[in-house]
Nanobody
Framework: VQLVESGGGMVQPGGSLRLSCAASGFTFSAYDMSWIRQAPGKGPEWISAINIGGTQYYADSVKGRFTISRDNAKNTVYLQMSNLKPEDTAVYYC???????WGQGTQVTVSS
């Protein structure tokens, strides 16, 4: 199992980024997927998930600003982030739900 995140970077408050997580080594379409983030000095925070049927779930902290999606043909899960705030600064990880498989993470920094 391999999960590889990309798309992070530095953005100003109010800006947008789209994160991608490319999956391999398992039948992607058969698993629910999630995004988790970890800010400096804090524990991991679950922020979003998408099940195999495409139903989306969000933490209150990102609801209305972030959108999770998946492309089973590309074995990829996405996180579209809009109206970013400084408190969104963190390393973002994708995780296969029901497992301990995580990616290496991608850094998102929101700063003026």
């Amino acid at each position: 199992v391999q999960l590889v995140e990309s798309g992070g970077g530095m953005v100003q408050p109010g800006g947008s980024l789209r994160l991608s997580c490319a999956a391999s080594g398992f039948t992607f379409s058969a698993y629910d997927m999630s995004w988790i983030r970890q800010a400096p000095g804090k524990g991991p925070e679950w922020i979003s998930a998408i099940n195999i049927g495409g139903t989306q779930y969000y933490a209150d902290s990102v609801k209305g600003r972030f959108t999770i999606s998946r492309d089973n043909a590309k074995n990829t899960v996405y996180l579209q982030m809009s109206n970013l705030k400084p408190e969104d600064t963190a390393v973002y990880y994708c995780k296969r739900l029901g497992s301990n498989y995580w990616g290496q993470g991608t850094q998102v920094t929101v700063s003026s």
